[in-house]
């Protein structure tokens, strides 16, 4: 390739790295989303079988035009920012106790916003600073031999107005509903009803390994939003697609790979999102298990600000465990946490022989 052709390429990239400009209104309508996805998250990580899930992320763009923030007074140069949390224990947190009822305790946190200074900690609530919080924390109480599960808490959200919601949850088997209120008001129910066949669940291998995940998001009565994960081989390749019910239109599709079923060791994705202009935005990354590297993707279109036209770098860890085994959220199968030792005959020797 000649010096003019890297030049192309590089001039691509960073034409593509500066195309993303968040605005103060952006980042403050991101709030109730972060806050219904984080509930859904602790949805997913508190289920009966499961022992105890840990989460933790942080997205950093080290160049400030990476992510200018746009006002009615000009560009500014400076840092969107995502850091979260999540961790979900139970008193049989090892998997080493009996089965039967036990309970947990979670909680899911989460700091966002667009800052005039590059911080990890700390944040500098100086000129065009942002900072949101959202947290979610709660208990719940479960019987695995019974696949049930039912838990409450709260929600905390400091953005433009400090509120708190409470939540409820309950789980059976693979149905999965959960209802968030602001005082006496509905704001949210997601309902799962997991069709597909999990080794988690108990479930052996069979053709229902071939039936698909459902999501059903009602945010208002004229608001639906309906998620589909169908396994397309082996449970390794999976197409996943979002569109809204009311009003009807695409959100987004995911052609997705996982070498290994529990979904730990890595993850391929190529994504097609439709953003508010109503085009069609193709982008797509990799996740291994401390390292995720996406290209406008999907998932940071709806979780980062409306970010479009940039890499993403975040620093995270997800990971669950069910009794002897470890696993990623809505994984079909899990990995041992140990190698099976083969046991190995020992040698006869005869005394008689002098061996």
Do not use: C
Request: net charge neutral.
């Amino acid at each position: 390739m000649r010096v003019e052709n890297y030049s192309f390429v590089f001039a691509v990239f960073f034409a593509n790295v500066f195309a993303w400009n968040p605005t103060p209104q952006v980042i403050e309508e991101q709030v109730p989303q972060t806050a219904f996805a984080q509930l859904l998250d602790f949805q997913n990580a508190a289920r009966p079988e499961y022992n105890a899930y840990l989460s933790a992320g942080i997205i950093y763009l080290p160049l400030p035009s990476q992510s200018a923030l746009l006002t009615e007074w000009g560009t500014h140069n400076g840092f969107a920012f995502r850091q979260r949390i999540g961790i979900w224990l139970t008193d049989n947190f090892d998997g080493k106790g009996s089965k039967g009822i036990t309970f947990g305790l979670g909680w899911f946190g989460e700091r966002q916003g667009w800052d005039n200074e590059d911080f990890l900690f700390v944040p500098n609530r100086g000129n065009f600073s942002q900072i949101n919080q959202i947290h979610s924390w709660g208990l719940t109480i479960a019987d695995s031999s019974k696949h049930w599960l039912f838990g409450g808490g709260l929600q905390y959200l400091n953005a433009k107005d400090e509120s708190f919601r409470w939540w409820l949850l309950g789980t059976w088997s693979r149905f999965s509903i959960m209802p968030n209120f602001h005082k006496g008001d509905l704001q949210f129910i997601n309902a799962q009803l997991f069709l597909q066949a999990r080794e988690l669940l108990g479930n052996e291998n069979s053709w229902q390994n071939y039936l698909p995940d459902l999501e059903f998001s009602f945010y208002t009565k004229d608001s639906v939003k309906i998620f589909v994960s169908q396994n397309i081989f082996k449970q390794k390749y999976y197409l996943e697609g979002a569109f809204w019910a009311r009003p009807q239109d695409f959100a987004y599709a995911a052609l997705k790979f996982y070498p290994d079923p529990s979904r730990l060791l890595l993850a391929l994705e190529a994504t097609a999102t439709k953003k508010d202009n109503d085009d069609i935005y193709f982008g797509g990354g990799i996740t291994l298990p401390f390292l995720r590297v996406a290209y406008n993707h999907a998932d940071d279109y709806e979780s980062f600000f409306k970010s479009r036209g940039i890499w993403i770098v975040e620093i995270r860890l997800a990971i669950g465990s069910s009794g002897d085994s470890f696993f990623a959220l809505k994984a079909p199968k899990a990995a041992p946490k140990e190698v099976k030792r083969i046991p190995m005959k020992k040698a006869n020797f005869n005394s008689n022989n002098g061996e």
